[in-house]
């Protein structure tokens, strides 16, 4: 039998499989394709899964449905995602690639445990916006030619010195356990900060303020706030090159799920 991948949690977590050694339905609780989803146990581990037929197609929808399943055990346990589209071809396959990776999978835990991710995307004015879309002229003079491609060093330099700037203001009034941050350059001349913050659980509402009152202060930014989500940045970073499923099928979607949507479920790629 294959089995779909969605997350890794902690058995204790879960009373449930306390007196079993063989997977469990999770009730009221329905993954990809509408299928059942179950508790694997493995060790001091909880694999979560859903039967999977290997004819089935992965579509957008089956991506919002393996981060609902992520987020809904998110609720009971620290977890460790797979990858969207993980499928292990028999119980062999998922036995071996758990203890191959047994005490890494841990370890992360342990370092996750009672941590969340909270998620800004902060739009920034360009410091010499109105000059972006300046063409550089392959047809000038070299001396023209030099002269842009010198302006265009110092642009680009410039809006490097604006985001790190932003990204230290972020990091000094937020102070998160952790941060994964990304930067790019939009149509409309803007800078898109993505970033990333790890923080207790526990001071989430406090995070939410603070948030409040920063995108009071920083007018000249646009500023969005999501979250709590799992750890996913974070996953990712412990976990890069740990596992390589069974099973990975050739296509599929590289966003599944979006804030657009009505689960409001964002990001849903996680490397285990």
Known sequence: ???????????????????????????SVTGVSGNQVFLYPASDLAIVVSEHNPSEQFNQKAGVDHARVIADCFKHSTILPFRFGTVFQDDEGLRKSIRSNQRQFQCSLERLHGKTEMHLKIH??????????????????????????????????ERQTRARAVCYQMHRMFSPLDEEVSCKMTESGKMLLDIAHLIDRKCVERY??????????????QMALSGPWPPYHFVQRLTRGAHAPSHAPAQTPAHAATPAHAAQLEPILAAV
């Open 1 to 27: 039998m294959a089995w779909y991948a969605y997350c890794i949690g902690e058995k204790q977590a879960f009373p449930e499989l306390a007196r079993h050694r063989k997977p469990i339905p999770l009730e």
């Open 208 to 221: 939410q303020n603070k948030y409040a009152t920063t995108s009071a202060m920083m007018r000249e930014c």
């Open 124 to 157: 920034v004015d360009s410091c010499c916006k109105d000059q972006i879309d300046k063409h550089i002229s392959l047809d000038g003079t070299g001396k023209e030619y030099l002269s842009n491609l010198r302006e265009s060093a110092t642009r680009h330099r």
